[in-house]
């Protein structure tokens, strides 16, 4: 079954007078990155010279992880090749951890640029890297309107912790 579109050229106009927000300078990942003594609080698993991987507190399924710049800028122009560069690695480690750690079936990583994509946090750009079990979308979310995690938060990033030597070790 498909949805028939509704054509509202008109509509282009308006969406195009709207200003565009003006982002705070600080963000919840900032102060993070700022602050890498607090890394097991906040649980960060990793970081590089330009970017970090940090536990999503409140994540979509088990084992959602944030890949942020240091750097709290709104969209990827604003980064350098060098920090785009960096940005894409630690996907890449992120992906190979949850791959080694929880072995998903399938994996989402995505970004959200800007409030109505979705951006929870417009002001500072980050990569969602989402694991995904066949069994993860389930009846919960459109009866209940919750969520089932099943693993406490500190439990999966122990996981995480007690593979990352050996993915890190890998990326060659």
Known sequence: MTNPSLWAPWRMEYI??????EYPG????????NNPDADGENLVLHRSA?????MNKYPYTNGHLLVAPGEAVADLPL??????????EMTTVAE???????????????INIGRCAGAGL???????V???WAGDVNFM?????????????????DELLAVLPKVLEARG
Do not use: C, T
Request: net charge positive; hydrophobic share 45%; aromatic share 6%.
């Open 141 to 157: 979310s459109v009866v209940g309107g919750v969520r089932v995690i099943p693993e406490a938060l500190e439990k999966v990033r």
């Open 26 to 33: 600080g963000s919840f990942l900032l102060d993070y990155w």
């Open 96 to 110: 190979r951890l949850l791959a080694a750690a929880l072995n998903p079936q399938g994996v989402n990583i995505g």
């Open 122 to 128: 417009p002001g500072h750009l980050h990569v969602h």
């Open 50 to 54: 330009r970017s970090f991987i940090v």
């Open 79 to 88: 980064l350098s090749a060098e920090q785009r560069g960096d940005l894409m």
């Open 130 to 132: 989402v694991p995904r």
């Open 16 to 21: 195009r007078s709207i200003p565009p927000e």
